[in-house]
């Protein structure tokens, strides 16, 4: 089946300093990947959505500056939060839609908990 | 605007007994929903979707409810087992391309 790697799976990080996290589609290529965010029990924020080759689309209220997506290639994509403050602290999960599956094809990797302190 | 809404944050069931877990949404071009079984610091895994062309779509215990005029869907797990506790999101799209809005999730815990 479909299998959607998301690293790390846990990082803590100063105040101040950025935060890379990578969305890889293992035995896909995926032109659109999704990234989400979510908050201690409550539910999963689309923050944008990753487009192979081009800008990312960014949900409203998300800063396009502070969340920084890189859709480099057909199987990864990238999320670095810049200059991380405590409030970005949070699950991050991404996705990506398997072709072929249809609506079924959503997969979503394994979540980032981030920590900034 | 929450378009997607589960009113019940959580739900105790016994094991062997039925778990019904609701959703309800306001935007009538979603046509597309699914739901989603979740542990705590994993993803979302993909449990069962329906199409607003259908009313019913079952898989094993798991039987998914759409009733459109009313703009909820319901999911019924039978019988329900312990393995079952998790967090429940039910999500809809707008078609299969799109992204998913998710509801806030339902909590559910199933006694031995």
């Known amino acids: 089946g479909a299998v959607v790697s998301q690293h790390p799976s846990w990082v803590i990080c100063k105040s101040g300093t950025s935060v890379k996290i990578e969305c890889r589609s293992l035995d896909f290529q995926a032109t659109t990947m999704f990234w989400y965010r979510q908050f201690p029990k409550q539910s999963l924020m689309l923050m944008a959505t990753?487009?192979?080759?081009?800008?990312?689309?960014?949900e409203q209220g998300v800063e396009k500056d502070k969340f920084l997506i890189n859709h480099a290639s057909l199987t990864l994509s990238t999320l670095t939060v810049t200059s991380a403050h405590p409030e970005d602290s949070s699950f991050y999960i991404c996705?990506?839609?398997?072709?072929?599956?249809?609506?079924?094809?959503?997969?979503f990797g394994s979540g980032t908990r981030l920590t900034v302190v | 605007d929450q378009q997607v809404k589960q009113n019940s944050p959580s739900l105790s069931v016994q094991e062997g007994r039925i778990s019904i877990l609701n959703c309800d949404y306001t935007n009538s071009m979603f046509d597309y929903f699914l739901w989603y079984k979740k542990y705590p610091a994993e993803g979302p895994t993909f449990l069962i979707s329906i199409s607003s062309i259908k009313d019913k779509n079952e898989d094993g215990r798991f039987t998914v409810f759409l009733n459109k005029s009313a703009k909820h869907l319901s999911l019924h797990i039978v019988p329900s087992q312990p393995g079952d506790s998790a967090v429940y999101f039910c999500a809809a799209s707008g078609n299969a391309g799109n992204m998913l809005t998710f509801g806030g999730g339902t909590r559910l815990m199933v006694k031995p």
């Open positions: 990753s487009n192979e080759g081009s800008k990312a689309t960014y």
């Open positions: 996705s990506a839609i398997h072709p072929g599956q249809g609506i079924n094809g959503y997969t």
